[in-house]
T-cell receptor
Framework: RKEVEQDPGPFNVPEGATVAFNCTYS??????FFWYRQDCRKEPKLLMS???SGNEDGRFTAQLNRASQYISLLIRDSKLSDSATYLC??????????????FGSGTRLQVQP | DVKVTQSSRYLVKRTGEKVFLECVQD?????MFWYRQDPGLGLRLIYF???????EKGDIPEGYSVSREKKERFSLILESASTNQTSMYLC???????????FGPGTRLTVT
């Protein structure tokens, strides 16, 4: 089983739609959770951290369910510029105590006019 | 602003060559990482370093080595390049106390 699992998509949605991505992780000791965004042929960039209480940044809302080991990202009012691959990321190496992250393979979003 | 730079955007090498990929960060971060990214496999950690001259193996260290002589610089070395090392290589850094990683633009390496 992969440490971090995501639906690869693609999710094809019209502009203005609301879209949600989910992610599950296997390491119950994970303490930090993130969503990264990666544009085609570019490096991943931090989109937002995910906190236990849930958090919002403009049109983006992230939620964490520790009991189910599940993270979600909701994008409201999708824009063409939201088209990218979204990577679910957890710190998966609690046994070494080091700050290494485990990345999901990503979910591709294509927003259409 | 956080900045991570990598020595080359594109590199073409022959099988058996020794390859050096360099990464420099200007945020005074303690932690630095090397990943490779392949279609369908996502980012896989090769090596990371949490201090000068310190290193730890990641998930796929075979065929690679690293060097960190200065805090801001982390080098990835392919001792004898092989075609299965054709990939996108991404360097990242993070602060000792925080997990957020910041990436360089990547080096697309082709081994022929």
């Amino acid at each position: 089983r992969k440490e971090v699992e995501q639906d690869p998509g693609p999710f094809n949605v019209p502009e203005g739609a609301t879209v949600a991505f989910n992610c599950t992780y296997s390491n119950s000791a994970s303490q930090s959770f993130f969503w990264y965004r990666q544009d085609c042929r570019k490096e991943p960039k931090l989109l937002m951290s995910v906190y236990s209480s849930g958090n919002e940044d403009g049109r983006f809302t992230a939620q964490l369910n520790r009991a189910s080991q599940y993270i979600s990202l909701l994008i409201r009012d999708s824009k063409l510029s939201d088209s990218a691959t979204y990577l679910c990321v957890v710190n998966g190496r609690g046994d070494t105590g080091r700050r290494a992250l485990t990345f999901g393979s990503g979910t591709r979003l294509q927003v259409q006019p | 602003d956080v900045k991570v730079t990598q020595s080359s955007r594109y590199l073409v090498k022959r099988t058996g060559e020794k390859v050096f990929l360099e990464c420099v960060q200007d945020m005074d971060h303690e932690n630095m990482f090397w990943y490779r990214q392949d279609p369908g496999l996502g980012l896989r950690l090769i090596y990371f370093s949490y201090d000068v001259k310190m290193k730890e193996k990641g998930d796929i260290p075979e065929g690679y080595s690293v060097s960190r002589e200065k805090k801001e610089r982390f080098s990835l070395i392919l001792e004898s390049a092989s075609t299965n090392q054709t990939s996108m290589y991404l360097c990242a850094s993070s602060d000792y106390l925080l997990d957020e990683q910041y990436f360089g633009p990547g080096t697309r390496l082709t081994v022929t």
